[in-house]
């Protein structure tokens, strides 16, 4: 973007891995972002609730803050991260997260947190710190997915294109004819099975393009055989044309 773009730009939001392809934001990226941040003077939040659920256990994702310690920044100035159990954990009803970086930045949080947010109970927070604490279900989490990611590319791969994924739990295929929302509808109808249109993730920008449209996100949370047994649905739909 052009400098005078960015000296109005007061806070930029990340998601990496992403939601939905799966894409994994390089540390190198990560530290031109900073660069940019220094220049200009605006915050840096990384949502990075993806991150401990990766397909190449050699490789786990970059972070924001991992990029400023690289950096030998240890204040970490300009930058935050949130996490939750929700995807690390398979434990979305808890609500359970944390933010982590700037100082600065988060003495005003934790005092706006005070006012204008709810507080844990006790058992929640229990459960929430012996989560936080195993790392051998996030392990075996992990291990799921692959397995998951696997049997469903067999199937999908010969019918529908997608992005391999570095990360996250969604496969982010292409719709045959382009109709996102006229095929998930089909789909639901004729073979029962429920997904989003990427259209409504997206909105339609100032090209008059919407970067979600004729797409699908097919969350792949449910155990082995019904995420199987979907995916084998979809793909006979897609044959039927």
Request: hydrophobic fraction near 40%; charge should be negative.
């Amino acid at each position: 973007m052009p400098a005078a773009t960015w000296r109005d730009v007061q806070i930029v939001f990340i998601c990496s891995p992403g939601n939905p392809t799966g894409a994994v934001t390089p540390v190198e990226e990560f530290k031109q972002l900073i660069a940019l941040a220094d220049e200009h003077d605006f915050i840096i939040a990384s949502d990075e609730c993806y991150s401990e659920l990766y397909l190449d256990e050699a490789t786990p994702p970059p972070g924001l803050l991992q990029a400023c310690a690289e950096l030998g920044r240890n204040d970490y100035r300009r930058c935050v991260v949130f996490h939750s159990l929700s995807k690390r954990s398979n434990l979305p009803g808890l609500r359970s997260g944390f933010v982590a970086g700037d100082a600065a930045l988060l003495t005003p949080f934790k005092r706006y947190r005070t006012y204008h947010g709810c507080a844990m109970s006790l058992p929640l927070q229990h459960a929430s710190i012996a989560a936080w604490q195993d790392e051998q279900h996030v392990r075996a989490n992990r291990d799921a997915y692959r397995e998951k990611f696997s049997a469903v590319t067999d199937v999908l791969a010969p019918v529908m294109d997608f992005p391999a994924p570095q990360a996250s739990f969604y496969l982010w295929p292409a719709v045959p004819g382009g109709d996102d929302i006229a095929f998930t509808r089909r789909l639901f109808a004729e073979q029962h099975v429920s997904v989003l249109p990427g259209s409504l993730m997206g909105r339609t920008g100032a090209n008059s393009v919407n970067p979600g449209a004729g797409r699908l996100r097919l969350a792949l949370v449910a155990e082995l055989a019904p995420t199987l047994e979907a995916a084998q649905r979809i793909r006979h739909l897609v044959e039927r044309g």
